[in-house]
């Protein structure tokens, strides 16, 4: 199958002003994506950058293995649809290189820290069970269908009837959600403007490396994680094992 690697990165950003240049554990926060895809880039026929922003280009342009897609204004609002940014540019690389693409692999500069071979399981779970998608997940924490209310007034109204003794944490189901690590999606969806077909598969990455950037919280928390990824994952293992 041919994958083509794209990376989307707009000028704006409401959350964090310059978001994708700002530096990030000493380099650009995009740099982190470019360097993983360059280490990366045997598994795709190629690799594609969506992007409005001159100085986000010159970036690139240091990373000769990318090839910079201008964006046009009209997709480059914060109110654009993630697909229709996806669709203009692979029609631009295929008109431009005349290759067909079987599947888009995404990669969002907000969620830098990707494992090298979690990336590679994922191309090869999506070449192996062909699927309209595949998606990233995490583990819930906790069931939060239980944890949401309705609030009139002071007063809370749970959106399902939950037990009015409480439950065990542990004997939950266990639920997922999808997260900004990776997304893989068919041509064909994407040439009709459809980002999610009907067949759709998971696969279950870490929360520490897909933590997704947003806020200038996000920001200092994930540096701060970084600095002490053994500490983080030595208490986080504790807490995980403590009986209750």
């Not at 990165?9 to 650009?28: D, Q, V």
Request: charged share 30%; hydrophobic share 40%.
């Amino acid at each position: 199958m041919n994958f083509l690697a794209m990376i989307n990165a707009r000028k704006g950003s409401k959350g964090i002003p310059n978001k994708n240049k700002k530096i990030f554990n000493n380099k650009p926060l995009i740099s982190w994506t470019f360097d993983l895809v360059n280490d990366l880039k045997d598994f795709f026929a190629d690799i594609v950058l969506s992007t409005d922003d001159p100085e986000i280009i010159e970036i690139s342009k240091k990373k000769k293995f990318i090839i910079p897609i201008k964006r046009p204004l009209s997709l480059a609002g914060d109110k654009v649809l993630q697909i229709d940014v996806i669709t203009h540019a692979l029609k631009k690389y295929e008109s431009m290189f005349k290759k067909k693409i079987d599947a888009v692999v995404l990669f969002q500069p907000t969620c830098p820290l990707r494992e090298h071979n979690k990336v590679i399981e994922c191309i090869n779970k999506f070449k192996k069970l062909k699927p309209d998608n595949l998606i990233t997940v995490s583990k819930l924490k906790r069931n939060l269908l239980h944890s949401i209310y309705n609030m009139s007034d002071n007063f809370l109204k749970p959106i399902i009837d939950i037990d009015k003794k409480g439950s065990l944490r542990q004997r939950s189901p266990i639920y997922y959600h999808r997260v900004g690590y990776l997304y893989i999606i068919k041509s064909e969806l994407i040439k009709k403007r459809i980002l999610f077909g009907s067949k759709v598969i998971g696969v279950e990455v870490d929360s520490f490396y897909s933590f997704d950037i947003d806020e200038n919280f996000d920001f200092k928390l994930q540096e701060l994680l970084i600095k002490n990824k053994n500490l983080f994952y030595e208490k986080r293992n504790t807490s995980n094992n403590r009986d209750r």
